[in-house]
Each structure stands twice: as C-alpha cells, then as structure tokens.
C-alpha cells in the first residue's frame, strides 16, 4: 500500500511521529509537509499549498493520512481530480475545541477562535476514519463537539457528532523508545544517590501548570526535604514568570536548568532523575511523561487527562493524586519513601514505534479494504 502522510505543521511531535511511521511502517509512506511554523495560517493556508505540492510530485497513493492541522476539505477540493475515491484518514494530535488558548492571545476576545474548531470539524466529517492519539482525547473532542455545533443559529447539524464518532478510534502515538534504550549512559544509577532528583521536562509554558510545581517545591523546601532539581524543555521569549523566581528561591538544589541541545543530553537526564512530578492542565498524550517513565522515573500525575491510560491507577495508586493538596502530600511522601527504587513500568513499552507500527499498518490497510 502506498500512503500520502499530509502534515503542514512538521516540528516537535509532529515530525516524530511523521517520520516514525514512514521509518517502521512495512507499507510505503511519503510525506507532504510545511515548516512547523504560523499554525494559525497553516490550517488556513496549508491546504493550498500541499495540494500544490501534492500535484507536484507526481505520486499515486492508495490511501491519505492527514493531522488535524490541515484543513482536509480545501485539500480534497484542489486535488479532487486526483484523491476522488481515496479513502483518507484524520489523525487528530490536538485538536482546537479544547487547547487551552494562550492568555496573550487576542483572537478569543475577538471571537476569531471559532473557525479553527469549524476546521477541525468539517476534516472530521470528510475523512473515513477518525483516530485520536489517546482515548481521553477522543471523548474530550466528541464530548464538547455538540456545544460547540449548537453555539450557531441555525442549521448546526448536531446529529453529525454521532457520525463522527461512530468512525472514530483510538490510534496511540508512536514512540522511539528503542532509541532511549541506545542513549542509556553507562554507569547511571540514581538509587546509589540518597538525595532524589526531581525532573520536569516540559514545555516551559502556561499549560503545563509550572506555578502548582514548582510551588510543591516550595514547601518542600521549607519543609526541610533534601532534593534535586534538573528542569529541561524548550523556553520561548515569553514564559511564566514563576521560572525566574524558581531559579531564584531554589539555586542551591540545581543541578541543570534550561534545554539541552542534544538527545544524548536529553536521555541522560531523563535516566539519571528519581521523581517526575506532573502538574500540566492539558495533555492529549504526554510524550515527555512516558518517556521519563519508560527512563525509571516514578510519576506523581494527576487522576485526568490521557495518564491513566499510561498508568493504571488501580495497580499504581501511589503515582497519582487528586488536587493541590494531595499533590504536595503525595510528593513528600515519595521522597521519603523512595519507591522508584522498585519501579518498573515495562508496559509503556507497548507505544514503542517496533510494537504499534504493525497496528497502524493493519488499521489502514483495513480502511482500505473497506
């Protein structure tokens, strides 16, 4: 089979599930893309330009694979001379429904929000099948589809929400875990140091919570808890100020801060840290999460979002909590208790790209054969 990859916002997560897939899949998989860049004009704009490049290249696919960042419509409207009765799949990393706006943002005091969600609905309603990277994400965007629908005046077709759904599945990120495997440094064994060491490596942003963090560190602190800190991820030009006076308040338990240029840097760290406390408000998936964890890092998370289906909470309740309270509790706990010295969690494994690219390829190859 061959497939046409659709991505017009090719960066991050997005390129490494992209090129994760063509590298492990046994069908051939070619990918249109775009710079990872100006997000709101790729989904307005991107479909132009990838038909353009679509016709370009000349190539024949069975089968279309498009993210949720392209508007699908426009696409298969400027190649319907080429793509009429390709079978196309949506593949949703997020989704404009429920991303958490960024305060700074203007365009929801505007009103200028809306049409991202009507991209994203009207993608859903053209493609053949619908998959979601987690199943908290798809219930999320079903759940809050209706409303949105129901928000115009007239005509709001609220009884496509159970068409969506009813082609809509569950289809887990591909990770390279093997690859963290490779990166594993020798000699790294944090149970010989009797100081725990705290990881957060996230986005350094407002939807990732970094004020509840670092104010659990806080109070550790003044508690008189003995820790270490490494904070890793990508910072922008504006970032939360409560990093600033993090690096401040808790310059003496630093041992790393800011992003690592280099994957080695990166899995190093990942190894070598104890604890990965997590407070983000938005998660579809959490490639950082199951990345630490696969890494041996016992995970403090909260009881929402797509983490227990990383973590079953009824096998590990001591990796999760319930609210602001319970979160500085359970992390004090941990720190004293230790039980990253007996933590294994060989099951997030399941989302290496060797074990789940198989899935993806029968899924298709299944949609195909109708």
């Avoid at 090719?10 to 990918?31: D, L, P």
């Avoid at 990393?93 to 991202?116: C, F, K, V």
């Avoid at 009797?194 to 109070?219: G, M």
Wanted: with cysteine; hydrophobic share 45%; charged share 20%.
């Amino acid at each position: 089979m061959k497939i046409a990859l659709l991505e017009p916002f090719m960066t991050g997560s997005h390129a490494s599930w992209a090129n994760g897939y063509a590298t492990h899949s046994r069908h051939t998989v070619e990918i249109f893309s775009l710079e990872g860049k100006y997000w709101k004009w790729r989904m307005h704009g991107g479909a132009v330009s990838l038909a353009r490049q679509f016709r370009a290249r000349g190539f024949s696919p069975d089968l279309l694979l498009a993210t949720d960042m392209l508007d699908l419509t426009t696409f298969l409207a400027l190649t319907r001379d080429l793509t009429a009765g390709l079978p196309c799949a949506l593949y949703f990393h997020e989704n404009q429904l429920s991303y958490p706006w960024s305060p700074g943002d203007t365009d929801p005091a505007r009103q200028r929000d809306a049409h991202y969600c009507f991209i994203n609905y009207t993608s859903a309603l053209a493609a053949e099948l619908v998959c979601f990277n987690s199943t908290y994400h798809r219930r999320d965007f079903l759940t809050r589809l209706p409303a949105f629908l129901n928000s115009f005046p007239d005509h709001c077709e609220a009884d496509t929400v159970a068409h969506i759904g009813a082609k809509s599945i569950t289809l887990p990120l591909g990770l390279d875990l093997d690859a963290l495997e490779r990166a594993r440094p020798e000699g790294v064994d944090s149970a010989q140091d009797a100081i725990p060491l705290i990881l957060w490596n996230h986005r350094w942003e407002y939807d990732k919570n970094p004020e509840e963090f670092f104010s659990a560190l806080f109070v550790l602190q003044e508690q008189g808890f003995d820790f270490k800190l490494a904070v890793l991820g990508e910072a922008y030009r504006q970032q939360p100020a409560i990093f600033a006076t993090a690096r401040a308040r808790l310059q003496e338990r630093i041992v790393h801060w800011g992003y690592v240029e280099t994957y080695a840097e990166y899995a190093a760290w990942l190894w070598r840290a104890d604890i990965l406390p997590v407070t983000s408000i938005h998660d579809f998936f959490g490639i950082s999460v199951v990345e630490a964890i696969y890494c041996g890092c016992f995970p403090l998370l909260p009881q929402r979002l797509a983490y227990p289906e990383h973590v079953d909470p009824a096998r590990y309740p001591m990796c999760f909590y319930q609210d602001s309270a319970d979160f500085v509790a359970a992390l004090a706990e941990i720190c004293r208790s230790r039980p990253w010295l007996d933590f294994n969690l060989d099951p997030v494994y399941r989302y290496n790209w060797g074990e789940i690219a198989p899935r993806y390829d029968a899924t298709f190859a299944a949609l195909l054969a109708g």
